[in-house]
């Protein structure tokens, strides 16, 4: 007998196996799609309806209650902080601003110092008074 008549008997025809990876992973991904945008749309419905801190309002309600008679120095410093917020609202701010500035140069980098006088004091109501939210 010849090799290629030869009847074997003892190897079975390849079966096939039902693999169900596949659908596995693309339900998984399904699903991990959907929980992400849902956070991510959650998380931008919350950071769109915080309580967003206003500077500018804050700055102005600080500028606002300065004291200037207990400590010069202090409000002086203060002053050019907070007030710096809106001094670039237009240039009728900015001049303001300057004004202001040059004459708390006089009492900001010294130990001791005397109080406003009634000049710095009306540029300091001025500039208090334009500035709004």
Request: aromatic share 14%; proline share 3%.
């Amino acid at each position: 007998m010849q090799p290629t008549q030869l009847k074997l008997h003892d190897i079975k025809p390849l079966v096939e196996i039902v693999d169900y990876s596949f659908y596995y992973f693309l339900a998984l991904s399904v699903i991990g799609t959907v929980v992400f945008f849902g956070a991510l749309y959650l998380l931008f419905g919350w950071l769109k309806h915080r309580k967003k801190e206003n500077k500018r309002k804050k700055a102005l309600e600080i500028l606002k209650k300065i004291d200037l008679k207990k400590d010069p120095k202090q409000a002086a410093y203060q002053l050019t902080k907070y007030g710096a917020v809106f001094k670039n609202d237009d240039t009728r701010h900015k001049e303001m601003y300057e004004n202001m500035v040059s004459k708390l140069q006089n009492y900001k980098y010294k130990k001791e110092v005397e109080p406003f006088d009634s000049e710095t004091v009306s540029v300091i109501n001025l500039y208090r008074e334009i500035c709004d939210v």
